[in-house]
């Protein structure tokens, strides 16, 4: 009896110690792709180092940019139909010609005038 105890203590010993030591692997590897701060100062596209108050400036013209963006999309959803009408005229402009189905349509026309013999 004595020696089952022992090794059951043995037993669970190994396997507390194999717990701690695959949680501390994991724990360390948290912090590899932990991304150190930059002391570096920000420049910008033409090698001028902005200043914080061009960076406040930058960050609320988008924020504008996003809010405008926002009421245009209620904007479009309240009309659904004239927001398509326009994507299809952008679309027609920019894809000029034919359409697949409408080559379709002219040829199902011209084999149905054949087969009626209205040709």
């Known amino acids: 009896?004595?020696?089952?105890?022992?090794?059951?203590?043995?037993?669970?010993?190994?396997s507390i110690l194999?717990?701690?030591?695959l949680s501390l692997l994991i724990?360390?590897?948290?912090?590899?792709?932990?991304?150190q701060p930059s002391l570096a100062a920000p420049i910008s596209r033409e090698g001028?180092?902005?200043?914080?108050q061009e960076n406040?400036?930058?960050e609320s013209a988008t924020a504008d940019e996003r809010s405008k963006d926002y009421e245009a999309e209620i904007e479009a959803a309240k009309d659904p139909d004239k927001v398509y009408e326009e994507n299809l005229?952008?679309?027609?402009?920019?894809h000029p010609g034919e359409g697949?189905?409408?080559?379709?349509?002219?040829g199902a026309e011209k084999l149905?005038?054949?087969?009626?013999g209205k040709d």
């Open 1 to 14: 009896m004595q020696a089952i105890f022992s090794t059951l203590n043995q037993a669970v010993r190994k």
């Open 18 to 21: 194999s717990l701690v030591m």
């Open 27 to 35: 724990l360390s590897s948290l912090f590899i792709f932990v991304q």
């Open 48 to 52: 001028q180092k902005l200043i914080q």
């Open 56 to 58: 406040l400036d930058k």
């Open 89 to 94: 005229k952008s679309y027609q402009e920019s």
């Open 100 to 106: 697949l189905v409408d080559k379709t349509v002219e």
């Open 112 to 116: 149905v005038d054949k087969v009626t």
